[in-house]
């Protein structure tokens, strides 16, 4: 069986100001998609069997950038669903909540449309999606990658480990990198964090 590809979309704006984005459909920077072509020739080193993308804009440029422009759009790759956090930073929530923290705290209820996730919800998104990327890589001797956000990506990581989902807090993830997930004596393992070729 090959091995699981996770590539964190480009830079957006929000995400350089470190604002929450779930839902908002915020567009790469220019400098967000010269992170994303970067990856191109590390994604193109490996043979990759299937691709999934998230449905917002920000990861499906950045799957095109990297070479994978026919990904598989699931929802199921969405961020997560911050509520009414949406748009705010974590400075401006510990203002209120101090020592607020995403992966054990959750977030404030919000519109009826985005009424926000708990851990738990991610994680049960998190596990439909690897079992999604684990039929995709039964038998094909590929690999399989997903394009998606970060903290999403942090949940997923966790639950392939066997961690419950507030330990994605363990695995800080950059924007525009690469991350392999793969097995060790038939166990799951972390083979590359945050790898993005040399400049």
Known sequence: MGDLFLVRHGETEWSRSGRHTGWTDVPLTEHGREEARRLLPLIRSHRIAAAFVSPLQRARETAELIGVPDARVDTDLREWDYGGYEGVTTVEIQRSRPGWFLFTDGVAPGPPEHPGETPEQVGERADRMLAKADAALAGTGGDVVLIAHGHFLRVLTARRL???PRQGALFQLATGTLCRLGTEHGRP???????????
């Open 162 to 164: 066997g961690l419950p």
């Open 189 to 199: 393992v972390v083979a590359g964090w945050n790898v993005r070729p040399p400049e």
